[in-house]
C-alpha cells in the first residue's frame, strides 16, 4: 500500500480520537479519570468492551491460527460464556455492594494488608504483560506496512503508539476510554466483514449460503476434538475459557473499572449478558476469516508466511484492493489502542488507589498531579515491555497471551476463590510466597506432564492448575 494513504488513514483515525477526547474531558472532575462519575449508558460499555476484549490479538492472530489449530479456539469462546454468566451473577454483585473503586480492596476486607497488595501486584504484572504484547502485535504490522517505508526504526515508531495513547487518556481517563472504544471496536468489526465479503467477491461467491459451504467444508473448520491426553481437547479448551474470562475479565481492574461506570448494579449486568451474545458470533466471524484467507491465499497460488500472524496484514496490503487496504488500516489502528488505552488508565488507576492510596495519603492540590505521574510511568513501562517482545516472541500471539494469564492470573484466581467460597482467614503474611509459589510450582508440572500423568498434556487450563495450588496453599496456612 502507498505509505501516504496509510499515514493520511491513521491521521484521520487520531483526529477522532483527539475530537473524542476533548468532548469528553470537558468539567471533569479527579474522580472522573477512575470511575467516569458512574454515568456511562451500558450499551457503550457493551459495544466497547468488545474492542478492549478482542484487540489486535483476535484481529490479526485468531485468523492467522486457523491454520496452526483449525476452530478449536472456538472450544475456548464457548467456555467464554459460562465465564461471563459467572462474573454477572456472583462478582459485579460484590463489587456493587462494596462500592468499590479497585475490586482489589476486596482482598484488604477479607484478608489484610498483603493479600490486598498481592492481588494488586500481580494484575499490574498481568496487564503490563498481556497488554504490550497485545501492542507489539499490532505495532508490527504497522512497522511493517507503514513505518519501514519512512525509514522510521522500531523503537521509535512504539514511542510514537504510546505517546498518542497517553494524550488522549491523561485527563478524562475512564470517561473517555468508554467512548473511544466504541469508536475503536465500529472499525475492527468494519475491517472483519468487509474482508469477508470482498474474498467471497474475489472468489465468485454468489451468496451467504456460498460462504457458509465453503467455511463449513474446509477442513480448517473442525471445532471439537475429544483426544483427552491433547493440549486443545474440548473439556480442557471449554473450562479454560470460564476461568480465563473470570480471571481476565471479572478479576482484572481494566474490564471491571468500564463495568463500573454503569449507573447501577442492573444495567452492568445488562451489559454483560449483551457483551457475551455479540462476543460469541463475533469470534466466530474471525474464525471464519481464518478460514476464508487460507482459501484465497490457496486459490490464488500465494505462499504462506512462515508465521500465521502474518496472513492477514499480508493479503489485506500486498493482495486485496486498495480500499480493503485502507479498511484494514482502520481496523488494525483501532486494534491497537482498544486495549491499550483502557490498560494504562487501569494501570494507573490500581497503582493510584491500591498502592500510593491517593486519596487517603496526598492532599487533594497534589493528586492530579501524582496521578498524572504514575501515568506517563506506565507509559514508558510498556514501551519498554513492547520492545522486549519484539526481541524474544516467537510464536503465535494469541497462545502467548493466555499462557502469560495462566501464570500471572492463577494466584489472583486462588485468592478470590477463597474469599467468595469459603468463611476462613488466612495468615495474611504468607500470601505473597504463596502466590510466587503457585506458579511456580503449576510450571513445573506442566512442563513435567506427560511423564507424570500419562501423556497428558496442559493447555491453557494451567490456570486452573494455577489457582487450586494458590487455594490449597491458603487451606494450609488457614487460622484457627
Wanted: hydrophobic content about 50%; some cysteine.
Amino acid at each position: 500500500m502507498n505509505s501516504q494513504v496509510v499515514f493520511a488513514v491513521i491521521g484521520a483515525y487520531f483526529f477522532l480520537l483527539f475530537l473524542i477526547s476533548w468532548f469528553t474531558s470537558r468539567k471533569v472532575s479527579d474522580e472522573t479519570f477512575f470511575t467516569g462519575d458512574r454515568q456511562s449508558p451500558w450499551f457503550l460499555v457493551a459495544f466497547g468492551m468488545i474492542g478492549a476484549s478482542l484487540s489486535g490479538v483476535t484481529f490479526i492472530s485468531v485468523p492467522g491460527e486457523v491454520g496452526n489449530s483449525n476452530f478449536y479456539y472456538f472450544q475456548v469462546v464457548l467456555g467464554y460464556t459460562l465465564g461471563y454468566f459467572t462474573i454477572a451473577k456472583v462478582l459485579l454483585p460484590l463489587y456493587y455492594r462494596l462500592n468499590l473503586v479497585s475490586i482489589y480492596s476486596y482482598l484488604e476486607d477479607r484478608f489484610g494488608f498483603w493479600s490486598y497488595k498481592t492481588g494488586a501486584f500481580f494484575f499490574i504484572l498481568s496487564r503490563t504483560l498481556g497488554s504490550s504484547l497485545r501492542v507489539f502485535l499490532v505495532a508490527s504490522v504497522l512497522q511493517l506496512i507503514l513505518f519501514d517505508s519512512l525509514g522510521i526504526p522500531f523503537w521509535v515508531s512504539v514511542l510514537i503508539t504510546v505517546g498518542l495513547i497517553w494524550i488522549y487518556t491523561h485527563r478524562g481517563g475512564i470517561k473517555t476510554v468508554v467512548w473511544t472504544d466504541t469508536l475503536q471496536t465500529f472499525f475492527m468489526l468494519l475491517a472483519v466483514g468487509v474482508s469477508i465479503i470482498l474474498i467471497g467477491n474475489e472468489l465468485g461467491f454468489e451468496g451467504i449460503g456460498d460462504y457458509f459451504s465453503k467455511v463449513s467444508e474446509d477442513s480448517r473448520s473442525q471445532i471439537f476434538d475429544w483426544d483427552w491426553k491433547s493440549g486443545t481437547n474440548f473439556f480442557k479448551q471449554f473450562l479454560s475459557g470460564a476461568f480465563i474470562t473470570i480471571v481476565m475479565t471479572g478479576l482484572d481492574q481494566d474490564m471491571m473499572q468500564k463495568n463500573l461506570t454503569c449507573k447501577n448494579i442492573g444495567e452492568a449486568q445488562k451489559n454483560m449478558f449483551w457483551f457475551t451474545n455479540i462476543l460469541v458470533v463475533v469470534n466466530l466471524m474471525f474464525l471464519a476469516l481464518g478460514v476464508l484467507l487460507y482459501i484465497y491465499a490457496e486459490t490464488k497460488g500465494i505462499r504462506f508466511p512462515e508465521k500465521t500472524d502474518e496472513l492477514f496484514p499480508m493479503l489485506a496490503t500486498e493482495y486485496f484492493s486498495p480500499f480493503a487496504g485502507v479498511i484494514f488500516v482502520l481496523g488494525i489502528t483501532a486494534a491497537a489502542y482498544s486495549s491499550a488505552d483502557s490498560t494504562l488508565t487501569a494501570l494507573t488507576t490500581s497503582f493510584c488507589i491500591d498502592f500510593l492510596e491517593l486519596e487517603r495519603k496526598y492532599p487533594k492540590e497534589r493528586q492530579v498531579t501524582v496521578r498524572k505521574q504514575v501515568h506517563i510511568a506506565f507509559t514508558f513501562i510498556m514501551f519498554f515491555a513492547i520492545l522486549i517482545f519484539h526481541w524474544i516472541n516467537d510464536q503465535s500471539v494469541i497462545n502467548s497471551v493466555f499462557i502469560i494469564a495462566g501464570y500471572t492470573y492463577g494466584p489472583l484466581l486462588g485468592l478470590y476463590s477463597f474469599g467468595l467460597f469459603t468463611k476462613w482467614q488466612v495468615k495474611d503474611k504468607a500470601i505473597p510466597y504463596l502466590a510466587v509459589a503457585a506458579p511456580v510450582l503449576a510450571f513445573i508440572i506442566s512442563e513435567n506432564s506427560e511423564s507424570l500423568l500419562w501423556g497428558y498434556q496442559f493447555g491453557f487450563e494451567v490456570l486452573i492448575l494455577n489457582g487450586l495450588l494458590m487455594f490449597l496453599g491458603m487451606m494450609i496456612f488457614r487460622k484457627k
